[in-house]
């Protein structure tokens, strides 16, 4: 009789735990979906601030709830750990493009250098153990995306040195930068999962795309800079 409770006990604790996985999954899904479209919509409406600050927020809060259930999905439910550097980076780089606004130049607070020190000893880890699980993983994939986290991190820690004239003429460069990765993180995890038959192809074209679309708004960002100070130079030049 205890036995059979005992096994009771245990189908039942499975159900549960499939159950809690099944609901977390629905979550995890819906947000990202609604962050992908949200990101678009806040891109799109870039020159409308109201909207775009507005659909930022969302994004933001839709980005939350995929890093959550995310990282919930990988260390609780023991699923996909590849996802974990793909989660690692979008939101890294979601919250470090909030803060790049936020601090509009300034120098770094003590939660700008302690949070990348701990998405690189986590993505560090996540490296060794990797390595030495000997499971099959796309070395182009994988270090590629460790590659990106890297260096954003590393240039956030190197902003307590930079001038100040430096970090405020890079502010809108690096919101741009930091918010299109996240978008095009979450894109390329959206896509590796729902086509894994075309991997490595599905995680990181999605990338590329956000890299091209990075150096288009950057190259749109020079320009309106260029001719802001036209501007600036004409309104002081003489008159006849």
Known sequence: MPLKITCFVEIERTNSMQLLHQTNIFIHIIAGSLA???????????????????????????????????????????????????????????????????????????????MPLAIIAVGGRYLYSLQSSGLYWSPVVVYSTLGALLLVTAYDLSKNWQSNIARKKAVYYEHAYKMISALSGLASAFAGTVFPQYHPYSQFLPSVLGLCWILAIFIRLNNDSKLQRKQVVSSYAPIG
Do not use: Q
């Open 36 to 114: 992908l479209c949200l990101g678009l919509m806040t891109a799109i409406f870039y020159k409308k601030k109201r909207w775009h600050v507005k659909f930022g927020w969302w994004f933001v809060w839709m980005m939350s709830l995929v890093v959550v259930t995310g990282l919930t999905g990988i260390f609780v439910f023991n699923r996909n750990s590849f996802l974990l550097v793909i989660t690692l980076l979008s939101g890294y780089n979601c919250f470090s493009g909030i803060r790049a606004v936020r601090l509009k130049g300034n120098k770094p607070r003590l939660i700008d250098l302690m």
